[in-house]
């Protein structure tokens, strides 16, 4: 069964265009904390709280501002994430998506360990 994520203006419950709408859904898988990211073409803005940051907020191109100004109202004072300046990009994150993470812990938890022999190296 097929499903769609429904993405709404938190000011003023405008939807994304179709291109926008592609965008949003392509920054679902991304893991971040107190980031800004763009989604284009519709100018729309994501804020990536978690944590101590709160949700996941979006806004359209009109209430980027009103985004900004209430984040850094309401989590000001935690640190200095909201206060964040732009542009931006989505381009410069680094694409880890959840699954990936998970296989590079993975990689650094189960490494084996030659004996080290005595009075010498372990090779």
Not at 75 to 99: D, K, N, Q, S, V
Request: hydrophobic fraction near 30%; charged fraction near 25%; include cysteine.
């Amino acid at each position: 069964m097929s499903s769609k994520v429904l993405f709404t203006c938190r000011f003023c419950e405008a939807r994304p265009d179709e291109e926008t709408q592609r965008s949003l859904e392509g920054q679902l898988t991304l893991i971040l904390f107190g980031t800004y990211v763009d989604a284009e073409p519709g100018g729309w803005l994501t804020w990536h709280g978690r944590g101590i940051y709160g949700a996941t907020l979006y806004a359209c191109a009109e209430h980027r501002d009103s985004l900004k100004r209430y984040l850094r109202e309401h989590y000001g004072t935690i640190g200095p994430h909201p206060f964040a300046e732009g542009p931006h990009p989505e381009g410069w994150l680094r694409r880890e998506t959840l699954a990936q993470m998970r296989r590079r812990r993975a990689m650094l938890t189960y490494r084996t360990w030659a004996p080290v022999a005595e009075g010498g190296s372990s090779r």
